[in-house]
């Protein structure tokens, strides 16, 4: 499928157009971009008159209504519209498929950077460079200062026993994907790790609203010399539950000069290994500063990430056997999956610290 006949399937411009127009007034400038930086939904760049937007909706596809909840992402950043998590404004969403065929939300572009591959020029200083971790963990505390009832979003999610349904949902994910991949290669560690992560669930964790997918690259730094975090993005995951899960997970994207290679170079920053930026123990030296949380059990959440991030590997390499992917990152994942075993295990064990 060519790329025109792809942009095709994903919005009708004319109809958007309309959309828009009864939302927004009119415009005399329109213009329509695909994004294409994204891995789940689809992305897409508006412009409509001097005002700059951005549209996200499902990807095409029967699966699309079930596993990718636009219009919940869509509740939670309008409701956090007036708290201080730094988020995109919202415009205004729709369940009507006969404008670009799916669920959708709008929201106003901001201006910054998302950090991948390195940072900024204007970052390069010893303050920038702290500054960077320090507003990413800044951002996570925010999120979990929400007072969730406040804002409405009392019935998001079911927070009892969440980090124990963590467990057991990756659990099953991996053991899904093991129904094909074991034929190729087992992964006996994963099975070592299962069974100690079963057995050293947190009891009584606090609960607060969950970003559910709180890393370095979802988040924006704004166009200023000195980094300030101006918008969380991919909400998508979002729900109430055990807030040491997001930091464990936002720790387990962030590298320490200490650490052995990354499992997974494919999808892994290592510019924070340089001088100067915060180490993992500063940024949870900071978090429990903000929020008042003691971080226990933190080989238990940094393992869980890794766990998480193994599930998602094997399943990505039973679709590539399967031949329900021609993505070429997925067959590196006979290789990457027990990587990523070798490093929870590590964790577990204390040769990974903090």
């Given at each position: 499928?060519?790329?025109?006949?792809?942009?095709?399937?994903?919005?009708?411009?004319?109809?958007?157009?309309?959309?828009?127009?009864?939302e927004l007034g009119p415009a005399e400038e329109?213009?329509?971009?695909?994004?294409?930086?994204?891995?789940?939904?689809?992305?897409?760049?508006?412009?409509?008159?001097?005002?700059?937007?951005?549209?996200?909706?499902?990807?095409?596809?029967?699966i699309a209504e079930s596993a990718h909840d636009v219009l919940r992402e869509y509740q939670v950043m309008d409701a956090l519209q007036d708290?201080?998590?730094p988020l995109p404004t919202t415009v205004a969403a729709?369940?009507?498929?006969?404008?670009?065929?799916?669920?959708?939300?709008?929201?106003?572009?901001?201006?910054?950077?998302?950090?991948?591959?390195?940072?900024?020029?204007?970052?390069?200083?010893?303050d920038a460079r702290e500054a960077i971790g320090r507003e990413l963990v800044d951002g996570l505390a925010e999120i979990h200062a929400v007072d969730y009832e406040t804002v409405g979003l009392e019935e998001f999610g079911y927070p009892p026993e969440f980090t124990q349904r963590q467990v057991d949902r990756w659990t099953k994910q991996l053991m899904w994907a093991f129904e094909v991949t074991a034929e190729e290669r087992e992964v006996p560690k994963l099975y070592d790790v299962m069974e100690w992560l079963s057995e050293n669930v947190p009891e009584e964790p606090p609960n607060t609203l969950v970003h559910g997918d709180y890393k370095l690259d979802n988040v924006?730094?704004?166009?200023?010399?000195?980094?300030?975090?101006?918008?969380?993005?991919?909400?998508?995951m979002s729900t109430l539950g055990d807030p040491f899960t997001d930091l464990g997970w936002m720790l387990s994207y962030w590298r320490d000069a200490k650490d052995p290679d990354p499992a997974v170079p494919e999808l892994?920053?290592?510019?924070?290994?340089?001088?100067?930026?915060?180490?993992?123990?500063?940024?949870?030296?900071?978090?429990?500063?903000?929020?008042g949380f003691e971080f226990e059990h933190e080989r238990f959440y940094r393992t869980l990430a890794v766990y998480k991030l193994a599930g998602l590997g094997e399943m990505f390499f039973r679709r590539y056997l399967e031949g329900n992917s021609d993505d070429p990152m997925y067959p590196t994942m006979r290789e990457r999956v027990p990587a990523l075993a070798d490093r929870a295990t590590r964790i577990v064990e204390g040769d990974e610290p903090l």
């Open positions: 499928m060519s790329d025109g006949e792809y942009f095709d399937r994903i919005v009708d411009v004319d109809r958007l157009a309309e959309f828009l127009e009864s329109y213009h329509v971009e695909h994004h294409q930086e994204g891995h789940s939904n689809e992305t897409l760049f508006v412009t409509w008159g001097a005002r700059e937007l951005v549209i996200r909706r499902p990807p095409p596809g029967e708290t201080d998590v729709s369940e009507d498929h006969d404008v670009i065929g799916s669920d959708f939300y709008v929201m106003d572009r901001v201006a910054g950077d998302v950090l991948r591959e390195g940072i900024p020029e204007r970052f390069e200083t010893p924006m730094y704004g166009p200023a010399d000195d980094p300030d975090l101006v918008a969380v993005f991919d909400w998508e892994t920053a290592q510019f924070m290994e340089g001088e100067e930026f915060l180490t993992r123990e500063e940024l949870v030296e900071r978090y429990e500063a903000h929020t």
